[in-house]
């Protein structure tokens, strides 16, 4: 097969330029319609117990997704025309914005913020703001009086009444276009329409949710043109000195743009978009295909340093490498698309978006790579240059093959002992979900971030929420025991710590019953008459979201301090204990909704799917080992640097305070996956020159000569490159810069340095005699 396949590609040079070139000005033309394709529903992790709660509600009481505006008065109160004038306009503008389900929009100016009151004469009611509100002294005070009456404070209006918020839920689909609702359009509105429109001298605008996530987001993402620029450049500039010649550089730097430009071409062909979250994906399968094209612009130069031809050091090259690069290839292959294990679609795209990268590599450097090498022309010059290269980097190679000797390689072995139980005790001390306050997506001081500290500051709601769903008998509302069970329910969840504030339909018939007797405290107690209950409920609104049609349905709803994965697991804990210490006959209730539920299942698939995540990546590595080595001891030499990397990456994790979530779990499954590269090719090159009876330290020598210089400047070339990331403006960009540096360049040491330990203990009774008595074939036992 490799000798047809040589014989094939090298025959018909023109053909396959000819084809490649036809190909890519087709997919070039196609990813120009490439779109962002974000989505609220790509969020949520849809076969979570959680999330089936919340799609069996999600109609009653709407999702997690929703935006808050937040009217904040500089240096006073609400209570101006000022502000009143801004808050009712700004009202009518979200209440009209494109996407906004208008029955879930709240502010003090919207019918379903209303007040209850009893009087001498009898039921007082009406909406907070009352249709004929004239914003005078009278007017405002009036105001004020229903604000306090109607239980809004903390929710809609800031506890020291020093802003407003104005509260919307989205929908799925655009009603004015029929289409799915673009988040990007959403959150420009919402800076031009709302906070550019409203925001004053005296007043501030603060947004937050989902959608301005999104659209932030994209913003920052866009940067990531500049650094694939700066990306580009510094390969080129690296691949040119190790290569020195200016035609080999245009080579790799060629097909590796090429087997980008195919993968963005497919993506909407296949009805892909990409989403804000995978947009460096395209920048990894740059890396990974200039990683493999280096490899064989090393080969090629170490055949044309012996004297042979162009044409015949690529075949050469070609025949030499075509196993362990397939073998590489397929491993990150596997290691991308065991990601597509975590049931969250947006993490399943960017598994697919990968391996289809990772899959037109195999094509472009496998066809077009050896024969683009094949050209360029080697003068006696430039050989000259090749052995003036090979003179000096001599000593390098022979300091470095002494850790094939027995000395160095008992002391390398000691040190990775004492690393990987250090990796291993630092590691299992990472957290799962976010570690910070805010979105942990962005910057600490980003506007976004500072947005939601300035309404948690003033307000005991902000965006982050969860909801309990409790499901009880048709009319459940008007059951005193059903009732009781709840507001005991909601009564412990609210010293639980973490929760800021809790609503529920009890609280309120409570409330609603001391108003009825004069407001005696002592009266805030749940009636235990049907009759008394319906009474005390009756100022609640179907459209409140404090209960279902059929009033079988309640939620508890409760607000947090903050999405962190501390706080998620303290608080789903004491439901479940909550639930399993208090069992009901008439009352069941659910985990979750709101977007910390959506948080906290998210958090639990990934601690459920962590383990069989990384399994899989390395039992592909050692399925795939084995098959191209069909070698045990060639599978351990390979596998155990990378174990090692893998839980130093952990305990980078958890020293940098970067939580285990969506983001980061696919980082640590591609670092093996990408990772193995560097050892496939160095113990590929060393098991052939065993083979050909060469002793194990002049073999590494050799090898590190022939590949060695290939496999160390991809990894600080490749570390370099992704090391740009660390300046993003987005926090994950940045905190995937750091751990992809981190694996790449450790990998490379691991490769280089571990490696030829391991061999001298577990290869060292393999000598060329016995290994080919055994296998006759010449494959290295």
């Not at 009202?91 to 009209?96: Q, S």
């Not at 914003?135 to 229903?146: A, C, F, I, K, Y």
């Not at 987001?217 to 700066?230: E, H, Y």
């Not at 804990?573 to 009901?584: C, M, R």
Request: hydrophobic share 50%.
């Amino acid at each position: 097969m490799i000798s047809f396949l040589e014989n094939f590609i090298f025959r018909h040079r023109g053909l396959i330029l000819v084809f490649f070139t036809v190909i890519t000005v087709i997919l070039g033309y196609s990813s120009s319609k490439l779109y962002i394709d974000a989505g609220f529903s790509k969020l949520l992790p849809l076969e979570h117990e959680y999330m089936k709660t919340y799609l069996d509600h999600k109609e009653s009481f709407g999702g997690g997704n929703r935006i808050i505006i937040a009217l904040v008065a500089k240096g006073g109160d609400i209570y101006t025309p000022e502000f009143f004038s801004t808050l009712k306009s700004a009202t009518d503008e979200v209440f009209f914005l494109p996407g906004v389900e208008r029955s879930k929009v709240k502010s003090l100016f919207t019918a379903n913020v209303r007040f209850v009151e009893v009087t001498e004469d009898g039921i007082n009611a009406g909406n907070v703001i009352p249709a004929d509100f004239q914003p005078t002294p009278q007017g405002l005070d009036q105001v004020r009086q229903n604000v306090l009456k109607s239980g809004v404070v903390g929710r809609l209006v800031a506890n020291d009444f020093s802003g407003a918020i104005i509260s919307a839920g989205l929908l799925d689909v655009d009603p004015n276009t029929g289409k799915k609702l673009n988040y990007l359009k959403v959150s420009r509105d919402l800076e031009e329409k709302v906070r550019t429109k409203f925001q004053t001298e005296n007043i501030d605008v603060h947004i937050i949710g989902f959608a301005k996530v999104i659209g932030d987001m994209a913003k920052g993402a866009k940067r990531v043109v500049i650094f694939f620029g700066i990306a580009f450049v510094i390969t080129g500039l690296m691949v040119y000195v190790y290569s020195m010649s200016f035609w080999r550089t245009a080579t790799v730097l060629c097909s590796s743009s090429i087997a980008v430009v195919w993968q963005l071409g497919l993506l909407p062909i296949l009805g892909f978009g990409i989403d804000p979250m995978g947009i460096l994906v395209p920048f990894l399968i740059f890396a990974i295909a200039v990683s493999h094209a280096v490899q064989m612009v090393s080969a090629t130069g170490s055949e044309l340093y012996k004297g042979a031809r162009p044409q015949e050091a690529a075949r050469i090259s070609f025949r030499r490498l075509l196993v362990p690069c397939i073998t590489a290839l397929i491993t990150d292959t596997i290691g991308f698309f065991t990601i597509y294990l975590i049931p969250v679609r947006i993490i399943q795209e960017v598994a697919l978006t990968a391996s289809i990268g990772v899959a037109v590599i195999i094509v472009v450097n496998g066809l077009l790579l050896p024969v683009l090498i094949s050209f360029p022309p080697a003068s006696e010059k430039y050989r000259r240059k090749l052995h003036r290269r090979a003179e000096r980097l001599a000593s390098v190679w022979r300091s470095l093959s002494r850790c094939a000797e027995r000395k160095m390689a008992v002391t390398i072995i000691l040190v990775v002992v004492c690393l990987t139980i250090f990796g291993a005790w630092k590691g299992a001390g990472v957290k799962i979900g976010d570690l910070h306050q805010g979105v942990p997506e962005f910057r600490p001081d980003s506007r976004y971030n500072l947005d939601t500290a300035a309404i948690t500051d003033r307000f005991s709601i902000g965006v982050d929420s969860i909801s309990v769903i409790a499901e009880t008998v048709a009319f459940g509302c008007l059951d005193y025991e059903a009732m009781n069970s709840i507001d005991q329910f909601a009564w412990h969840m609210q010293n639980v710590e973490g929760v800021v504030s809790v609503a529920t339909l009890p609280y309120i018939a409570k409330r609603m019953n001391s108003r009825w007797h004069e407001g005696n405290p002592k009266w805030k107690e749940l009636p235990r008459g049907r009759v008394e209950i319906m009474t005390a409920t009756s100022s609640v609104r179907m459209n409140s979201g404090m209960l279902n049609k059929d009033c079988s349905v309640m939620p508890v709803k409760m607000f947090t301090s903050d999405h962190t994965a501390e706080t998620i697991n303290r608080i789903t804990s004491a439901v479940k204990k909550y639930i399993a210490a208090n069992p009901s006959d008439k009352v069941k209730f659910r985990l979750a909704t709101g977007n910390v539920g959506i948080m906290a299942a998210t958090n639990e698939e990934v601690q459920a799917r962590q383990f069989p995540i990384l399994f899989c990546v390395f039992g592909a590595v050692i399925l795939f080992c084995l098959i191209a080595f069909r070698s045990v001891r060639a599978v351990l030499v390979i596998l155990l640097p990378l174990g090692l990397v893998s839980l130093l990456a952990y305990a980078l994790m958890n020293y940098l305070e970067i939580g285990l979530k969506v983001n980061t779990l696919p980082v640590v499954a591609l670092g093996v996956g990408v990772g193995v590269d560097y050892s496939i090719y160095i113990y590929g090159q060393l098991r052939s020159l065993i083979q050909e009876g060469k002793p194990l330290r002049e073999a590494y020598e050799l090898t590190l000569n022939i590949t060695g210089s290939a496999v160390m400047l991809t990894g600080i070339t490749l570390a370099i490159a992704v090391g740009t990331w660390i300046f993003s403006p987005l926090q994950f960009q940045a905190d995937m810069g750091i751990l992809l540096t981190f694996l790449f360049l450790m990998n490379m040491i691991g490769a280089v340095i571990v490696l030829p330990a391991l061999a001298f203990w577990l290869l060292k009774k393999e000598g060329p005699e016995n290994s080919l008595k055994k296998n006759p074939k010449g494959v290295l036992q």
